[in-house]
């Protein structure tokens, strides 16, 4: 049984889009407080030259998590990132409050790429398999709906996970849900899954990244891409 408390949904909901913008000038001060204006206009003006210099990339915009419609969208977002780097845990909240502010005309695709060969072709060592438990937990649930929540529910505990404690950690987040454990980790061990993470690591191979986050506009690759004012320039 769920015991947390139930919030009024619509209420919360009204709240939250109240505040995305509040939350987007933040983000925007800290940084440009932290960089400077004089500098910041340099680094934005290099990242977009960048951008538009580099090659298109296709993608696809159905796979991975998604936030908005990128069918519609005018400024398609693509990440690739590995639930265990922590600049990649420090990208998701600009990254997703700023499509959320302009969803109107942007779209977020998260894709998966663990740094750890046990799942990904493309990285030439392996690790103990933890990304990429994380990576296939999150492609369950996203076919259960809940692909965003387990997407927070990981960055928030990315400094407490291993490979030892996951199992736990994750069964309690299911029964929260009220979710099967049994379906989740019959899903996480099949063949689907792990394929599905291949095929996004060739998706990043293609786009040639270097480390992650790596974050591509309209197939484009956009160096600082995690940084609002950067996405802002572009858009």
Not at 43 to 62: C, D, G, H, R, Y
Not at 108 to 133: A, E, F, M, Q, W
Request: hydrophobic residues 40%; glycine residues 6%.
């Amino acid at each position: 049984v769920n015991d947390q408390p139930q919030w009024n949904e619509p209420r919360w909901g009204l709240i939250a889009i109240l505040l995305i913008p509040a939350f987007s000038w933040l983000i925007n001060s800290i940084t440009l407080s932290n960089y400077g204006y004089s500098q910041m206009d340099r680094i934005m003006t290099s990242s977009k030259n960048a951008w538009l210099e580099n090659p298109v990339i296709s993608f696809n915009n159905q796979e991975g998590l998604i936030l908005g419609n990128p069918e519609t969208a005018k400024m398609i977002i693509v990440e690739f990132a590995d639930f265990l780097c922590p600049h990649c845990k420090d990208a998701s909240p600009s990254l997703e409050l700023f499509t959320k502010n302009n969803l109107d005309k942007v779209a977020l695709i998260y894709k998966t790429y663990p740094r750890d060969g046990v799942c990904n072709p493309v990285v030439g060592h392996k690790s103990d398999g933890l990304g990429c438990k994380l990576a296939s937990a999150a492609l369950c649930m996203k076919d259960r709906n809940l692909g965003w929540e387990t997407h927070h529910w990981i960055f928030e505990r990315q400094d407490s996970l291993s490979i030892s404690t996951f199992e736990s950690q994750f069964d309690q987040f299911l029964n929260e849900k009220s979710v099967n454990p049994e379906e989740v980790k019959t899903c996480m061990n099949s063949d689907l899954i792990f394929e599905r993470i291949q095929k996004m690591a060739k998706e990043g191979e293609a786009g040639k990244i270097q480390g992650t986050p790596a974050i591509f506009v309209n197939g484009r690759e956009l160096p600082r891409g995690q940084f609002p004012p950067i996405l802002n320039s572009v858009l």
